[in-house]
């Protein structure tokens, strides 16, 4: 069965950190370009970071820049995101998801071949 699973969301004050995995099964995640996206209530979903199949090459949405890392453990099959500094806003279910349609970078969600079933992030104090 091909699929993503994340992990590592729940509930951080604000200033903290959290650290999301995205692993794959069924196939090898290291060939996908692998973008992480974001819901909060009420809003559209929006690309915040994403890793290249091509070259690694990494991109962030101008809102985390500078705060979240994204990367790869290939032996594990598995795109991290590092969050830190989290902020009330950053508040929002996170997907992880990953395409075949392109080897570059990529934050359109119609685009992508696979999805995970999400994790919740909550920055309160």
């Known amino acids: 069965q091909l699929q993503l699973v994340e992990s590592g969301g729940g509930l951080v004050q604000p200033g903290g950190s959290l650290r999301l995995s995205c692993a794959a099964s069924g196939f090898t995640l290291a060939d996908y370009t692998v973008t992480w996206f974001r819901q909060a209530p009420g809003k559209e979903r929006e690309g915040v970071s994403c890793i290249s199949s091509r070259d690694g090459s990494v991109y962030y949405a101008d809102f985390v820049k500078g705060r979240f890392t994204i990367s790869r453990d290939n032996a594990k099959n598995t795109v991290h995101l590092q969050m830190n500094s989290l902020k009330p806003e950053d508040t929002a279910v996170y997907y992880c998801?990953?395409?075949?349609?392109?080897?570059?970078?990529?934050?359109?969600?119609?685009?992508?071949?696979?999805w995970g079933q999400g994790t919740q992030v909550t920055v309160s104090s």
């Open positions: 998801a990953a395409t075949m349609k392109t080897r570059g970078l990529i934050t359109i969600a119609h685009m992508m071949d696979y």
